[in-house]
């Protein structure tokens, strides 16, 4: 069974024969999401030393938001809500993120570089972006577990980045990255999942969804 079907099995998508044989959106979905969330992490972190905060934007702008508005527009043509929905939502969230980056740098939204409207800025995007992966969660309860863990450290790196920018404390930011990497391995692991039986394997365990 495929991520796209985990998905199919738990929500009002529907399965049908012709669904089945036109492929699985979360083929180009997830390692999209994994490669994005990966970049962005090691960029919060400080792994890689002397990053700056647009490092991750070239991947972002044509790897990750492209790919993720590709298989959402590749679910919804399937009927697959649920899963157009997902990457509907984070494809906004990285095309957002790469103008956030891009626009602050070059002073787009009417904020000099330094001035206080940067950090306003900011502040809205993280509030904004929180309240609706928050809500995503939710959802997510009557999924698999493994779903609802990927997005409930989504919502943790969101928070503690949001905390490092309303604190001012990059310590708070490095956290957030952690967070980020924790939850690019939850994809790493979907990714695996869906190639796994893509290929007549066995099915990976997923988790007892939180609400029945």
């Known amino acids: 069974m495929s991520e796209s079907s985990?998905?199919?099995?738990?929500?009002d998508a529907p399965s049908t024969a012709a669904g089945a044989t036109a492929g699985d959106p979360s083929a180009i979905g997830t390692p999209a999401f994994i490669v994005g969330a990966l970049a962005l992490g090691l960029v919060l972190t400080g792994v890689i030393p002397d990053?700056?905060?647009?490092?991750?934007i070239p991947i972002i702008v044509t790897a990750t938001?492209?790919?993720q508005t590709i298989a959402a527009i590749w679910a919804a043509r399937l009927g697959q809500n649920?899963?157009?929905t997902v990457f509907g939502v984070f494809s906004g969230?990285?095309?957002?993120?790469?103008?956030?980056?891009?626009?602050?740098?070059?002073?787009?939204?009417?904020?000099?570089?330094?001035?206080?409207?940067i950090l306003a800025t900011q502040k809205v995007f993280q509030v904004a972006w929180l309240t609706?992966?928050?809500?995503?969660?939710?959802?997510t309860l009557r999924l698999p577990l493994v779903f609802t863990v990927l997005f409930a450290l989504v919502d943790l790196a969101v928070?503690?980045?949001?905390?490092g920018i309303?604190?001012?404390?990059?310590?708070?930011?490095?956290?957030?990255?952690?967070?980020?990497?924790?939850?690019?391995?939850?994809g790493v692991y979907l990714f695996l999942h869906g190639l796994t039986t893509a290929t007549g394997g066995r099915e990976m365990p997923l988790g007892r969804p939180v609400l029945r």
């Open 65 to 67: 938001g492209l790919g």
């Open 82 to 84: 649920a899963i157009a």
């Open 6 to 11: 985990v998905f199919e099995k738990h929500t």
């Open 166 to 186: 309303f604190l001012g404390d990059e310590a708070w930011l490095k956290a957030g990255g952690w967070a980020t990497l924790g939850f690019t391995a939850v």
């Open 93 to 117: 969230f990285w095309w957002s993120y790469a103008a956030l980056v891009l626009g602050l740098a070059h002073g787009w939204y009417g904020t000099a570089p330094g001035s206080p409207g």
């Open 159 to 163: 928070l503690l980045v949001t905390l």
């Open 51 to 56: 990053s700056p905060s647009g490092a991750a």
């Open 132 to 139: 609706v992966f928050v809500l995503l969660t939710l959802f």
